[in-house]
């Protein structure tokens, strides 16, 4: 049986998204494992959307809190606010009690992936307050470390990301996911579901 990695995201402008389509890619490179995508609801108002210029969401569906329990692993996808996820995401998790008290998600694997409008945004303070997301479901924070190598050290050019794991700068949403952000977004999605496949004791 295929071991499954969903990449559950939210994303208003489309940074979030290109980099869980990486995710995915990655993911999927790894032999026995089925990677897909999903949004989770916005909570936003048309109205209010259209104000701030976003674009029209991607026909990739929409994931309900039960459908998480069908994952053998996962990679989670913001934006930051102040220095925290959205709180799209925060409401799609807070409506996770259900799993919470049949302990449904423990002991299963799950990264973080985000996007920020700057530098000193939430590259790492993002990820850090949503630990406590996994903390009380008992999943495994699974951290991308060093493990991406040299690219974990550029200095020559800007890059998101951190040991925490992969990132992109949006600044005032003219910018996109570098080729480098999206070659550690891949690194993520790999990395990620080999370590699912050998929790889950597949082949």
Same mark, same amino acid.
């Given at each position: 049986?295929?071991?499954?990695?969903?990449?559950?995201?939210?994303?208003?402008?489309?940074?979030?998204?290109? @980099?869980?389509?990486?995710?995915?890619?990655?993911?999927?490179?790894?032999?026995?494992?089925?990677?897909?995508?999903?949004?989770?609801?916005?909570?936003?108002?048309?109205?209010?959307?259209?104000?701030?210029?976003?674009?029209?969401?991607?026909?990739?569906?929409?994931?309900?809190?039960?459908?998480?329990?069908?994952?053998?692993?996962?990679?989670?996808?913001?934006?930051?606010?102040?220095?925290?996820?959205?709180?799209?995401?925060?409401?799609?998790?807070?409506?996770?009690?259900?799993?919470?008290?049949?302990?449904? @998600?423990?002991?299963?694997?799950?990264?973080?992936?985000?996007?920020?409008?700057?530098?000193?945004?939430?590259?790492?303070?993002?990820?850090?307050?949503?630990?406590?997301? @996994?903390?009380?479901?008992?999943?495994?924070?699974?951290?991308?470390?060093?493990?991406?190598?040299?690219?974990?050290?550029?200095?020559?050019?800007?890059?998101?990301?951190?040991?925490?794991?992969?990132?992109?700068?949006?600044?005032?949403?003219?910018?996109?996911?570098?080729?480098?952000?999206?070659?550690?977004?891949?690194?993520?999605?790999?990395?990620?579901?080999?370590?699912?496949?050998?929790?889950?004791?597949?082949?």
């Amino acid at each position: 049986m295929a071991t499954k990695i969903y990449i559950v995201y939210y994303s208003m402008y489309g940074h979030v998204e290109k @980099l869980a389509e990486e995710i995915k890619k990655g993911a999927a490179s790894v032999e026995g494992v089925e990677a897909k995508l999903w949004q989770v609801p916005e909570t936003l108002s048309e109205e209010v959307l259209a104000k701030m210029s976003a674009p029209p969401k991607s026909d990739v569906p929409i994931i309900t809190p039960q459908e998480l329990a069908e994952a053998d692993g996962f990679v989670f996808g913001f934006p930051t606010r102040f220095g925290m996820m959205s709180a799209q995401f925060k409401a799609f998790l807070d409506a996770t009690g259900g799993l919470w008290r049949t302990q449904q @998600l423990a002991g299963k694997p799950a990264g973080i992936f985000y996007s920020t409008g700057s530098q000193g945004g939430g590259q790492e303070t993002t990820p850090l307050t949503a630990i406590t997301q @996994l903390v009380h479901h008992g999943m495994i924070f699974v951290p991308i470390g060093y493990t991406f190598g040299a690219g974990m050290f550029e200095m020559e050019n800007i890059k998101g990301g951190s040991p925490y794991g992969a990132g992109t700068f949006a600044g005032d949403g003219s910018r996109q996911p570098s080729e480098l952000e999206l070659q550690q977004a891949h690194h993520q999605g790999k990395y990620i579901a080999a370590i699912t496949k050998k929790l889950k004791g597949a082949p």
